[in-house]
């Protein structure tokens, strides 16, 4: 069974804060992980992509994936009110196909 | 930016009818995907599309739905005879190309269906 799994929050933080959104998937032969972000009534936006261990840095976005746990997540550092959405791990498991967790829901208080 | 775009935004439908759901990928793209999500809850594979025909489908993917792409342009997703609980947004994403280098799908704006 492939799934992906979020805390689905709320997750509150103050601003300028550092957020730490956390995603575990169940295939160890996952390969390529996503974080997106979606605004109610939204399209999911990518933020993210990671597809090796380690950390990896883009703007105030910080992704971090270790194959061995299974775990990938996703650090917001300098946390801003327009971050107030609701984050997605994506991950492909085999082929194209993204299997999505529910959702983590962030709101950063002025 | 280039964008990926989806007609309507918005369709009502009685039980019982077909629809058919519009996208125009990226242009330089050439996988195809749709997605939709149920209210309240995540967002769902549904069928991937490349080089005319179909890549993946999900278990959702019945005999229902179908996906074409007529012109070079556009992506269709047709759904006959909708149920109630076809109701969801339906995104379209595409990516520019497969492999472990370019998965990164983008998504469209989304067209919620509503089955009455």
């Known amino acids: 069974q492939k799934e992906v799994e979020q805390n689905s929050g709320p997750l509150s933080v103050p601003e300028g804060a550092i957020a730490s959104l956390n995603c575990t998937y169940s295939?160890?032969?996952?390969?390529?992980f996503f974080w997106y972000r979606q605004y109610s009534g939204k399209s999911p936006e990518l933020i993210m992509f990671?597809?090796?261990?380690g950390d990896k840095e883009d703007g105030r976005f910080t992704a971090q994936l270790n194959k061995a746990s299974q775990y990938v997540s996703l650090l917001i550092r300098d946390s801003q009110p327009s971050d107030s959405a609701t984050y997605l791990c994506?991950?492909?498991?085999?082929?194209?196909?993204?299997?999505f967790g529910t959702g983590t829901s962030l709101t950063v208080i002025p | 930016e280039p964008e990926v775009t989806q007609t309507p935004s918005h369709q009502v439908t009685q039980m019982g009818q077909e629809v058919i759901l519009r996208c125009v990928p990226i242009?330089?793209?050439?996988?195809f995907y749709w997605y939709r999500q149920i209210l309240g809850q995540k967002v769902e594979f549904l069928v991937s599309?490349?080089?005319?025909?179909?890549?993946?489908k999900s278990e959702i993917f019945d005999d229902q739905f179908s996906v074409e792409r007529p012109d070079g342009s556009n992506f269709t997703l047709k759904i006959r005879s909708t149920k109630l609980e076809d109701s969801a947004m339906y995104f379209c994403?595409?990516?520019?190309?497969?492999?472990?280098?370019?998965?990164?799908?983008?998504f469209g704006p989304g067209t919620r269906l509503t089955v009455t």
């Open positions: 599309f490349y080089n005319n025909e179909i890549s993946e």
């Open positions: 994506a991950v492909v498991f085999t082929g194209n196909q993204f299997y």
């Open positions: 994403a595409s990516s520019e190309r497969s492999g472990r280098s370019s998965y990164e799908q983008y």
């Open positions: 990671i597809y090796s261990n």
């Open positions: 242009s330089n793209h050439l996988y």
């Open positions: 295939d160890r032969g996952s390969q390529s």
